[in-house]
C-alpha cells in the first residue's frame, strides 16, 4: 500500500514531481528531418506523363518544445498549458543547407485555383496572371523557404479580390517559435491512467471539421507522454493537431534499446482505411479518397492537402502507382511508438488539362528522439530494481515516422499555363 501511494503521487503533473520537471521540459532532444519529393520531369507531367520524383532529404532541424503559460486548474486535477516549438537547423545532420532548391508543385496557385473554381471571371484572371509572370504547375524554391515562408506574387495579386488570402506561403509558415493553441490535461490526480490526457484543445472537448461526433473526438494524450503501466492488450490514444484528428495505436512487439526493455505500438492500417467507422473523416461528406490517406482541407483554410504516410505506406496501391518514385517500406515509413511499460510510458515518433486527377507527394517528416546513453543507463537501473516510483520519461528510439505530409492537385478545370522554360531543365539534385 505505500508503494502505491508513492507512486500516484509521483505520476501526477504537479510541481515539485519528477513527471512535471520533465513533462514541461522534455530533456532529451527531439529531432525534425524534412524530406522532399524533387520533380524530375516536370515537361512531360503537363503533357499528362506520370509524374517522376526523387527523394531528397533530410533537412534536419533541433525541435525545442516546452511546456509554457503553465496554470493548475480544478484543485490540480486539470493544468492547462501551450507547447511552444522552435526549430533550429542541424547542418551537420542535413544532407545539405537551407538554400538548397527544390522543384515542386505550385501550392499557392493550386490552392487559389480550387478556391475560386467556380467563378468564371476570377478562375480566368488567375489564368491570365500566371501567363502574364509565366508561372506555371510547378515552382522551385530553398528548403527555407518551402519549409518557413515566402511572398508569392499570385496570392499577393489575389488579396485585391479576397483580403483575407495572405500572401506569404510556407508548409510550416508561422510553425516556428508558436504554438498550436491552448490545452487543458488532466494532472492523473484521480487515476494514473488520466496522466497528461487531454481535456480540452483551444476551448473546446471536441472537433468540428468532421461529420460524426466519433471523428471529432479529441482522445487521449498529444503523444509525448503516456501514463505508466501499460500493459501489451491496451490501445493508446493521441490527438494530432497536424492531421486535425485523433489516431491510436495498438501494441505490434517487445524491443530492447540500450539495454532497455519495451514495448512497441504502431498505427494499423484501419486507422486510415476506407470504411465505414472511417466515413465521418471523409470531406465533403461522401468524398472519400481511398484507404491511407485523409484529406484535411477542411482545417488547413480550404487548401487541396492531403495527408499520408511516407511513400503512400498503408495506402491503396493506385496512390503509389501514379507518382514513379514511391517506395513504400514498413521499416522506413512506419509511425511506431516505443514505451518502457513499467517505469515509464513514452512516445518515439519515428505527413493544363491534360494534367490527370491524382495526389502529388511533396514531402514527409520524421520526428524522433533519442536516448541518451546516461539516461538508457538510469533506466536500466530502475527496470532492474522492479522501482515504479520514480517516473522517467524517455523515448527508446529514434526511427519512427510520423505521418508525412502530400497535397493533392485538384482536377484541371481551366488551363493552366504551361511552366517557364527554367522549369523544364533538370534540377540537380543537392
Known sequence: MCYFTVFTIEIV????????????????????????FNVTNPAEVLKGERP??????????????????VNFLENGTKVSAVNTKTYVFQSD??????????RTVNIPAMTVMEKFKDTSVI??????YMKSVNEGLFTTHTVGELLWGYEDGLLKAMKVVDPTLDDVFGLFYKQNATDDG?????????????????????????????????CNMINGTNGASFHPIITKN??????????????????????????????????PSKVFANTTENAGFCSPPGNCLG?????????KQDAPIVMSSPHFYQADEKFVKDIFGMKPNKEQHETIIDINPVCKLNKNINATCDI?????????????????????????VIVAEGNIVVNIPFMLIGLGILLGVIFMVAQCRQRIPESSSAERQPLLKS
Open 13 to 36: 503533473l504537479r510541481n515539485g514531481t519528477h513527471a512535471f520537471d520533465v513533462w514541461e521540459n522534455p530533456p532529451p532532444p527531439v529531432y525534425m528531418q524534412f524530406y522532399f
Open 52 to 69: 517522376a520524383v526523387l527523394e531528397v532529404g533530410p533537412y534536419t532541424y533541433r525541435e525545442f518544445r516546452p511546456m509554457e503559460r
Open 93 to 102: 545532420m542535413s544532407k545539405g543547407p537551407e538554400s538548397d532548391l527544390i
Open 123 to 128: 478562375a480566368n484572371l488567375i489564368s491570365s
Open 182 to 214: 491552448e490545452y487543458v490535461f488532466l494532472t492523473g490526480q484521480q487515476s494514473y491512467k488520466d496522466f497528461a490526457v487531454i481535456d480540452q484543445w483551444k476551448g473546446q472537448s471536441s472537433l468540428k471539421w468532421w461529420t460524426t461526433d466519433e
Open 234 to 267: 491496451e490501445t493508446l490514444y493521441m490527438f494530432s493537431s497536424d492531421l486535425c484528428r485523433s489516431i491510436y495505436a495498438i501494441y505490434e512487439e517487445e524491443i530492447s534499446v540500450m539495454g532497455v526493455p519495451g514495448y512497441r505500438f504502431s498505427p
Open 291 to 299: 484507404s491511407g490517406v485523409l484529406q484535411v482541407s477542411a482545417c
Open 356 to 380: 490527370r486527377t491524382l495526389v502529388f507527394p511533396v514531402l514527409y517528416l520524421n520526428e524522433s528522439i533519442v536516448i541518451d546513453e546516461v539516461s538508457a543507463k538510469q533506466l536500466q
